[in-house]
């Protein structure tokens, strides 16, 4: 069974950082590339990072380069997003998410529960 | 980047209805689209994939249709359990896109 587990959110203060990690097992992460999404409360999903299986490529939106770094352990199964400068608006719950596999331009076919990030002050 | 648009917004039906979404993208994006579906408080589910591909395990009063830039997604027959935002995304670019979701409402 695949398993998501995303950790690291809490509460920072803007202009701090926080390091989100997702812990993955039921598949073969090295294999796999992988995304992080977020939504904001009441809103929808939105796009944030990916990273491909063997971490040599990685993609932002393009409201966010430079301030969040994706990157990825294969040896401990570990997703990571590292968050910089983080403002009141990256305020969200972030899932980590795997892509399909043997599949071109493949879905999203798994998500984490999520873990809430809350910028304030 | 790609930019996708959903309608209607919100959408109020009765358990039994034909439903359907639509989603248009920015720019023709062959048959990269998918369709998720996420209740309250949860994480989103994948339902079709490639425009019509049916996830395993989805029932089969979800379809999707579509290709280039204009997509559809319909339930044939609404369920107690299928009231729910729905997602579409894009996954021609790798800097994918999401719809601003659709909420479907028990009328």
């Known amino acids: 069974e695949v398993q998501l587990l995303e950790s690291g959110g809490g509460l920072v203060q803007p202009g701090g950082s926080l390091r989100l990690s997702c812990a993955a097992s039921?598949?073969?992460?090295?294999?796999?590339?992988m995304n992080w999404v977020r939504q904001a409360p009441g809103k929808g999903l939105e796009w944030v990072s990916a990273?491909?299986?063997?971490?040599?490529?990685?993609y932002y939106a393009d409201s966010l380069k430079g301030q969040f770094t994706i990157s990825r352990d294969n040896s401990k199964n570990t997703l990571y997003l590292q968050m910089n400068s983080l403002r009141a608006e990256d305020t969200a719950v972030y899932y980590c998410?795997?892509?399909?596999?043997?599949?071109?331009?493949?879905?999203?076919?798994?998500w984490g529960q999520g873990t809430l990030v809350t910028v304030s002050s | 980047d790609i930019q996708m648009t959903q309608s209607p917004s919100s959408l109020s039906a009765s358990v039994g209805d034909r439903v359907t979404i639509t989603c248009r993208a920015s720019?023709?994006?062959?048959?990269?689209l998918n369709w998720y579906q996420q209740k309250q408080g949860k994480a989103p589910k994948l339902l079709i994939y490639a425009a019509s591909s049916l996830q395993s395990g989805v029932p089969s009063r979800f379809s999707g249709s579509g290709s280039g830039t204009d997509f559809t997604l319909t339930i044939s027959s609404l369920q107690p359990e299928d009231f729910a935002t729905y997602y579409c995304?894009?996954?021609?670019?790798?800097?994918?896109?999401f719809g601003q979701g659709t909420k479907l409402e028990i009328k």
């Open positions: 998410a795997k892509v399909s596999s043997g599949i071109y331009r493949p879905p999203i076919d798994y």
């Open positions: 039921g598949f073969t992460f090295s294999s796999s590339a």
């Open positions: 995304q894009q996954s021609y670019s790798t800097l994918y896109t």
């Open positions: 720019q023709s994006i062959s048959s990269y």
């Open positions: 990273i491909s299986a063997g971490g040599g490529t990685t």
